[in-house]
């Protein structure tokens, strides 16, 4: 961006954010969130894409939450669109903060199961923020293709995603637990369905309880 028009301290907050230094990229962040200023949003975006420490991107997130809807959003909708991962997982992250539903055509079945790990779990976070009123169930077909991908910390975030849906996604698990031929795709449904049941269930528990449960053949609702 040009840097033409803004004052001393803009400029300064603006060229801080390419600091080597995190610590100085964090209070950069700070600075422009604080003072908002549309022109600050193509960077903010840019910097985002690339930016390597979590505290830094969280910032840029939250500098971004504090600029116009009518200029963050374009902005982000490309970038949901982008080649680099992390460009589409902190845009997705952002959108999710935002809360606009009108970002809601850009969280693709693509998006939903994305190669990268984190671009898949962001934008399960923010299909459920988004999802409009009725399109629970549309929701919960496309995410139930992602059971038991993954390590653990990618199934938890999915299993979260569908809990967060309510008992909409119930048939759709239970599909998964009695039909699926993998059988880590059993187990994350019959965990999932677990978690929403019981949410002071801890995850590593109720994939343990549904180990069991398949390894003896069962769907987990014997005797319900």
Request: net charge neutral; proline share 5%.
């Amino acid at each position: 961006m040009t840097m033409t028009g803004l004052d001393a301290e803009a400029v300064r907050a603006l060229q801080g954010l390419e600091d080597g230094r995190s610590s100085v990229r964090l209070r950069a962040a700070l600075a422009v969130g604080t003072t908002p200023d549309p022109r600050f949003v193509d960077k903010l975006v840019e910097r985002s894409a690339i930016e390597p420490e979590f505290f830094v991107r969280d910032m840029l997130t939250w500098a971004l939450t504090r600029h116009p809807v009518s200029v963050t959003l374009p902005e982000l909708l490309r970038e949901v669109r982008s080649e680099r991962a992390q460009a589409r997982s902190q845009a997705l992250h952002t959108l999710s903060k935002i809360g606009d539903r009108r970002a809601w055509p850009a969280i693709t079945p693509a998006l939903l199961s994305d190669t990268d790990d984190e671009v898949a779990r962001s934008a399960w976070r923010t299909a459920v923020v988004l999802v409009p009123e009725g399109g629970e169930s549309g929701l919960a077909a496309v995410l139930v293709t992602q059971l038991g991908r993954g390590e653990r910390e990618t199934q938890l975030s999915l299993s979260r995603a569908l809990v967060a849906l309510g008992e909409v996604v119930l048939p759709a698990l239970r599909a998964a637990a009695t039909t699926a031929a993998d059988p880590r795709v059993r187990m994350h449904a019959l965990a999932t369905e677990r978690l929403l049941r019981d949410p002071d269930t801890g995850f590593e528990f109720a994939i343990e309880e549904a180990k069991r449960v398949v390894a003896l053949g069962g769907s987990g609702r014997e005797g319900r």
